[in-house]
């Protein structure tokens, strides 16, 4: 018999739980429940839906406002005023829910691409050994079985977005604030305007999954009406998508110039 | 009818394993799937060579034994069946016909066709039953269940824990034999009162042996008894509450 250390009681914890509890420095041991959620799969798909969610809000928003281009370059310009300097004021200083959105979304972003990393690398785990026959797939679609690869499509995408008209890395002539200008100056580019549809195709994809999956992973599911999480995925992603593109077609098109 | 077959030969856990090739022949339209596979080991038993190994039981679609992946799908070409309910008027003269195992790293492979599901065992373990004090059988009918909820219980309670779910899933995951066997609980007054540990003790238990749920529907697609995936919704909306709660696990 061990003497004063043990426990009363039976341990109640899972013994994966006791197991990777005993593993841990005594800091991390007495973290949050947000942080032990998070460290299952399951939470981390919760956290997958969740900042899917906080995106498709941003990207929905950002596609209405781009249409503001087929009105008139000062709309835009405008708007693009309005967003950087006047969002929520007098309510907020200037610049603050800009940045407050900022936070959000990088946060999102950052979280997205980490619990989907982490949880490939569970995937790819669970089987060390593939089929070594090619498999028949029933159900699984092009769009669920290439999140993965569309996106990484669309991060990278993010990224070249970024430097082209918030940086204005790779825009010719660039100049802050001129919405309408920078827009026509890279978009002229057929590479660029190809390019830009072909990301935002990838983007659609995996919204196309993504946007049904979500209710999954948060557990929201009424036989009755489940039918309506597929309509609303595709009209999402067919909706959204289309706006995007729209811009870069006019422009490749000539009718935005 | 004749067929050539191409079976996964493995003659321990720690062997790599090779496809081999046999002739099928003789095969009646009439016999189930097994039975063809019995045919063909009275042959190799003939021939002196070893038998194929694969698991079976009942023979009749209710013990979840019989899972073997055909031709890159789990149980076989027939939606809502197993292995054994697979029957050769499938198939036609001349047919090549591809025999793998179950792959995941939570099912390693034994002998042949045959894996080890006792990880589906831990998970069981962990949660998947009612704590009832002893004494003599209550009533039937003491406590009232609606017709409605009593049914989808009856749904999820239809696994037969084959592990077809696993095998047809991209990233091995068991996410829905975990949900048909936490839900099939949780649904009914009886399994209510630990229904919060019980989801979470068995989802971490799951998560030891499995791979992660993606939402690609392949496990609904491929298990013998039609499971919907609105058990996992339902799953992963109780694991999210027992980790709110504070009296969950």
Request: hydrophobic share 45%.
């Amino acid at each position: 018999m061990s003497t004063t250390q043990q426990p009363p009681r039976a341990d109640s914890r899972t013994p994966a739980e006791q197991q990777a509890t005993a593993k841990r420095p005594a800091a991390v041991r007495y973290s949050t429940w947000a942080f032990e959620f998070y460290r299952s799969a399951l939470g981390k798909k919760y956290v997958m839906a969740i900042t899917g969610v906080i995106g498709m809000a941003y990207i929905f928003g950002h596609m209405i406002g781009n249409l503001k281009i087929f009105i008139s370059p000062e709309s835009i310009d405008a708007y693009g005023e309005w967003l950087r300097e006047s969002l929520l004021y007098p309510i907020l200083p200037h610049q603050v829910a800009l940045w407050g959105i900022r936070l959000v979304l990088i946060a999102a972003l950052v979280l997205h691409v980490h619990a989907a990393y982490a949880l490939t690398v569970i995937n790819r785990r669970a089987r060390p050994v593939k089929y070594q026959t090619s498999r028949d797939y029933i159900a699984a679609d092009f769009a669920a079985r290439t999140m993965r690869w569309t996106g990484i499509i669309v991060l990278l995408f993010i990224g070249y977005h970024l430097a082209d008209f918030t940086w204005g890395w790779f825009n010719p002539g660039f100049e802050r604030g001129s919405v309408y200008r920078n827009a026509v100056a890279s978009l002229s580019n057929p590479v660029v305007a190809l390019f830009y549809i072909t990301a935002n195709l990838a983007l659609g994809v995996h919204l196309y999954h993504g946007a049904w999956s979500l209710f999954q992973s948060l557990g929201v599911s009424r036989p009755r009406f489940n039918r309506w999480r597929r309509v609303f995925a595709t009209a999402f992603a067919v909706v959204t998508i289309g706006g995007f593109i729209s811009v870069p077609l006019a422009v490749l098109l000539g009718i935005v110039e | 009818m004749k067929l050539t077959l191409h079976v996964w030969r493995q003659n321990s856990p720690t062997d790599a394993g090779r496809f081999e090739s046999y002739t099928a022949a003789d095969i009646s339209e009439d016999m189930s799937f097994l039975e063809m596979l019995d045919q063909v080991n009275e042959q190799l038993i003939a021939d002196g060579i070893e038998p194929i190994q694969f698991e079976h039981d009942c023979r009749e679609g209710i013990c979840g034994s019989c899972g073997v992946m055909i031709d890159g799908r789990a149980h076989g070409p027939q939606r809502g069946t197993a292995t054994c309910q697979l029957h050769m008027r499938q198939y036609s003269d001349g047919d090549e016909i591809t025999i793998e195992p179950w792959r995941a790293a939570g099912f390693p492979v034994i002998k042949d066709l045959v894996v080890d599901r006792s990880a589906f065992d831990r998970i069981i373990e962990s949660g998947g039953y009612v704590s009832v004090p002893t004494g003599a059988a209550p009533d039937a009918n003491l406590i009232p269940v609606p017709k409605e909820t009593a049914d989808r219980a009856m749904d999820a309670a239809t696994c037969i824990g084959c592990g077809a779910c696993v095998a047809a899933c991209p990233n091995g995951a068991a996410q829905l034999f975990t949900a048909a066997k936490v839900s099939q609980l949780n649904m009914l007054p009886q399994g209510r009162p630990e229904k919060l540990e019980r989801v979470a003790n068995m989802v971490d238990t799951m998560e030891q042996f499995f791979g992660s749920c993606t939402n690609v529907r392949e496990c609904e697609a491929s298990c013998p008894k039609e499971i919907s995936i609105d058990f996992i919704a339902m799953m992963n909306r109780d694991y999210l509450r027992s980790r709110f709660s504070s009296n969950g696990a």
